[in-house]
C-alpha cells in the first residue's frame, strides 16, 4: 500500500512565507507586527496536543466529520468510464468546507486572547461559517462584504445577522469580494490589538496561506485515508475548484508527494475566456501583489485590478492562493476553467443523478470530471471535492432558468420553450 | 545631495518644520495635479508626496480611497505620473515622493520604474504595502537611480524592529501617528509625542508624521516634536469639492499656507522634551 511522506517534510511555505516565488507578506507596517505574533502563536497551537484535541472533538461533534467519501454510481454508470468518487464537503455544518478553516482560526483566536473577529467574505459562506464560530465561542464578529453581493446573497446576510454578527455592506471600488477584503484589512489595521483577522481562503500575507492549508488540509487525509480502505489503491485524478484555493489545497495538499495522483484545479471560465468576463486568474492572468501576497491576479496592463465575473459568487476573486500559483509553475497541478453554463449543467446532472444539489462553486469540479470520466478506463478512480451545497445558489439557478422561487415557468418562457 | 536631503538641511539650519502635503495624481486630472503642487509649493509646502493611483487601497480611508478613484477615472498610470513630473521639474525643484502600492511598481517594473523616475525628477518612493522584509527588490534599483526609499514605522512597531528599520531608512522616516488608515481625525493620540521621541534617540533622520493630520493646529502640534506632518486626506477632501476649479487651487493653498504659518509659529516654542516609552 502507498504510503505518502510526512506533510511536515515539505518545504514550502519557506520560514518567511513564500512557496517558490510566491506569497511573501506585503501589509502595511502597522500589521507587521501582528503578523509575527500570530505565526508564533499559531507555531505553538500546532505543537500543542490540547489543542489538536480540541480541534479535533470540535470537527467531529459539531461539523460533523469525518464527511463521507461517497461513491456516485449512477453519475458512473450515465458517463460511463472513470469511477466518480464525491468528497462530501457540503454535509459540513453551515454547508461547505469553510467551517473547517473557520473552526481552527477561532480557536486560535481565543487562544490568543482576541475577543473580537473581523471577516471578508464574498457568496457569504466564509461570513457565515465565521458568525457561527463566534456565536459558538463568543466572539464578536465584524463581517465585510460587497454591497452587490450583499443583494445577491440576501440569504447568507440573513443567516449572519441571525448568529449575531455585524454584516457591513462594502461600497468601494466594485462592491464585491476583493472590496470586501480591503475594508477588512482597513478594519484590522485599526483595530489589530484585540482583534483576530479571519480570512477566509489560503491566500492573504504569511502565515494566512499555511494556516488555512492545515485546516483545510484535514479534507484530504480523510479522504486519502477512506480511498485506500475502499478501493485498496491510490486515486488516479482529484478535482476541485478553484478561486482563493482553499478546499483544493485541502484535498490536494495530502496527496502532493504520490507521484501517480493527477490534479485538476477548476477556475471560472464565466462567460467565456475570449472576454474579460470570468475569473480564471491561474489560466488567464498574470504575476502581481495583492492583499499581503504575491501571487496570480488578473490585472490590466497598468497593475490595476480587474473586475471578474462567475456565476458563482464564491468563485469571483481575481486573485489565488500563493501555494496555487507555485503548483501550477512546478507543473504539479494542472488548472483549467469550466463557464458557467458547464456549471448550470453539472447541477442538473448531479441532481438526476445522484440527488445531490451541488453548490455552482462545487459545480465547476462535477462539469470537468464529467468530461473526464468518460476518456478514462472503468477501472480508474477520479475524487470530486463536493465544497459545498447549493440552497444559497436557488435564487441565481432559478433565475437563469427562468424560474421563479414559487416554481412557476413564467408564461413566455413556457411559449419558447415548446 | 538629493531635494530630500537638501530640503531638510535647510529647514534643520532655518528651524523650521516641513509641511508635506499628500495629493493624489491625476485628481481630478493631472493637469490640476501640476498647478496644485505649485500652489503649494508658492504656499509653503516643503515637499509633496504624489499618490500613485491603485484599485485596491487597503491602507487607506475613505477620503483617499475616493480621491485614488477619481485619479484612476484620470487615467494616472505610472508613466503619465512620470511624464507630469517630469513637466514640474522644467518649473520647480521641490522636493517630490510618489506614495503608492507596489503592484503598479512591479507591473512596470522595479527596475525601469526606479530608472524613469529618477530621470523624471523624482526623490523618493515610499510604497505603503511593501514592509522591510519585501523591500529588497525596489531598494536595489532604487539606490542605484539616487531614489529615497523611505520606511513607515507604526504605533504597533516594537522597538527592536523600529531600530532595524532605521538602519535601512532613507530620506527620512515617516511614523504613522495612529493604528489604523488614513483619514481625518478629531484629535491626535497623546502617547505621539513621546513615540516620536524615543524614535528620535534611534535616527538624525528627519523624522515626518501622518495619518490623522487635517488642521493647522493639529498640524502645528507635530511641528513642536516632529521635523515634518504630512497632510492628505484634508486635501483629498477639498479637491473632492472644488474639482478643477481655481477655487480648488485657492483653497488647497490656503490651507497649506495657515498649516505653514502655524507649524512656524508652534516651532518658535523650541521642541519639548518628553519621556519615551517602551514601544515606538
Known sequence: MPRACPERSRRVPDSRGWFGAYGG?????????????LEQS?????????????LARYAADYVGRPTPLYFARNLTQRLGGAKIYLKREDLCHTGAHKVNNTLGQALLAVRM????????????????????????????????????DVERQALNVLRMKLLGARVNPVESGSKTLKDALNEALRDWIATVRDTYYLIGTVAGPHPYPLIVRD?????????????????????????ACVNGGSNAIGLFYPFLK????????????????????????????????????????????????????????????????????YLKDIGRVQYTAVTDEQALKAVALLAETEGIISALESAHAVAYAAALAPSLGSERVIIVNLSGRGDKDMQTIAAHAGLTLDGAEPAAERATAG | MNRIEKTFAQLRRRREPALVPFIVAGDPTLEQTESL????????????????????????GPANQRALERGLRAGASVDKILALVARLRSRSQIALVLFGYFNPVLRYGCA??????????????????????????????????GLDLIHLLAPTTPAARAARIVRMARGFLYYVSVAGVTGVRDKLPSELEPRVAALRRLTDLPIGVGFGISTPAQAAAVASFADAAVVGSAFSLLIERHGASAEALEAVGALAGQMKAAMRQARAGGPRQAQPPDDL
Open chain 1, 258 to 325: 504520490d507521484a501517480a495522483v493527477k490534479m485538476v484545479g477548476v477556475e471560472a471560465a464565466g462567460k467565456g475566456l475570449d472576454g474579460p468576463a470570468h475569473a480564471a486568474t491561474l489560466v488567464a492572468g498574470s504575476v502581481g501583489v495583492l492583499h499581503g501576497n504575491r501571487t496570480y491576479l488578473l490585472q490590466d496592463e497598468f497593475g490595476q485590478i480587474r473586475e471578474t465575473h462567475s456565476i458563482a459568487a464564491g468563485l469571483d476573486y481575481p486573485g489565488v492562493g500563493p501555494e496555487h500559483s
Open chain 1, 113 to 148: 486572547k482576541k475577543s473580537r473577529l473581523t471577516a471578508e467574505t464574498g457568496a457569504g459562506q466564509h461570513g457565515v461559517a465565521a458568525a457561527t464560530m463566534a456565536a459558538l465561542f463568543g466572539l464578536k464578529c465584524e463581517i465585510f462584504m460587497g454591497r452587490l
Open chain 1, 42 to 54: 499559531y507555531k505553538q497551537a500546532r505543537r500543542d496536543p490540547a489543542f489538536s484535541a480540541q
Open chain 1, 215 to 239: 485546516f483545510q488540509s484535514v479534507i484530504g487525509r480523510e479522504a486519502r485515508r477512506q480511498v485506500l480502505r475502499r478501493e485498496r489503491r491510490l486515486p488516479d485524478f482529484l478535482v
Open chain 2, 37 to 60: 503642487v505649485l500652489e503649494l509649493e508658492a504656499r509653503g509646502a516643503d515637499l509633496v508626496e504624489l499618490g500613485v493611483p491603485f484599485s485596491d487601497p487597503a491602507a487607506d
Open chain 2, 112 to 145: 525601469r520604474f526606479c530608472a524613469d523616475a529618477g530621470r523624471a525628477g523624482v526623490d523618493g518612493l515610499l510604497i505603503v504595502d511593501l514592509p522591510p522584509e519585501e523591500a529588497g527588490e525596489l531598494r536595489r534599483p532604487a539606490r542605484a537611480c
Open chain 1, 25 to 37: 507578506r506585503y501589509v502595511a507596517e502597522t500589521l507587521m507586527p501582528a503578523l509575527y505574533e
